[in-house]
């Protein structure tokens, strides 16, 4: 009964490579969010779209991109991937925009990336 | 630049104690402070504040938020091993302070 899951719980890998993250949330939640989480514990937010419409799109390098086929996933993919993208990056979703609504946000587990 | 920062970054406690955490803020439209718990995975919500002075509880985890001295509290009393974790503040733009380590020992 996972509510936002993120696959792959782990992910290791070489820099230069191109990887990807997936997010599902079955709580008909219409807006999800990337977040990036550093060694030093401290949340950042990347992306948010509501309604597969991406709304917040933080100071991220362009070899970020996210992508929403449907209102319920938010994906993300990452190329060329180098020794700082070295996080864990995790998943969220909200009912409505959360600068707007206020609503809290759900997270899922987090993905672990570790760049060799 | 709207910021949040959270006090102390790291608490240490013993079982019973009764820990004070502290997250302040500026932030140009103000529309609500969260409180979040991450343990070992992901951030669960405690709760959200929206009104000064009214205060939110939930069993043994209390917060108050004064909206004039731009701060948050969120207070714990006779803390419990399972309470340790980070405690994380953030605005209702989805940014998050630096967030607060509490370990409880038995």
């Known amino acids: 009964d996972t509510a936002v899951s993120q696959t792959p719980k782990y992910l290791v890998t070489q820099m230069g490579n191109d990887k990807s993250i997936k997010c599902e949330q079955n709580?008909?939640?219409?807006?999800m969010y990337w977040y990036k989480q550093d060694s030093k514990k401290f949340l950042k937010i990347m992306f948010s779209y509501n309604n597969k419409e991406l709304i917040i799109n933080e100071t991220v390098p362009n070899r970020f991109s996210p992508k929403s086929p449907d209102k319920a996933h938010l994906n993300l993919h990452i190329n060329s991937l180098e020794l700082g993208d070295s996080a864990v990056y995790f998943c969220?979703?909200?009912?409505?925009?959360?600068?707007?609504?206020?609503?809290?946000?759900?997270f899922g587990d987090g993905t672990r990336l570790s760049i060799l | 630049e709207d910021k949040v920062v959270q006090s102390p970054l790291s608490l240490v406690v013993h079982e019973g104690d009764t820990v004070t955490l502290n997250c302040s803020y500026e932030v140009t439209n103000f529309r609500s402070l969260l409180w979040y718990k991450q343990e070992k995975k992901a951030p669960t919500f405690l709760f959200m504040l929206?009104?000064?002075?009214i205060e939110k509880k939930s069993g043994r985890l209390s917060s108050i938020l004064d909206k004039k001295e731009l701060f948050s509290i969120l207070n714990i009393t006779a803390t419990q091993t399972g309470d340790s974790a980070i405690y994380l503040c953030?605005?209702?733009?989805?940014?998050f302070g630096a967030g607060t380590r509490l370990t409880v020992k038995p």
């Open positions: 709580l008909g939640h219409d807006t």
């Open positions: 929206t009104s000064s002075g």
């Open positions: 953030a605005l209702n733009d989805m940014r």
């Open positions: 969220a979703s909200s009912q409505g925009v959360a600068r707007v609504t206020s609503q809290p946000q759900h």
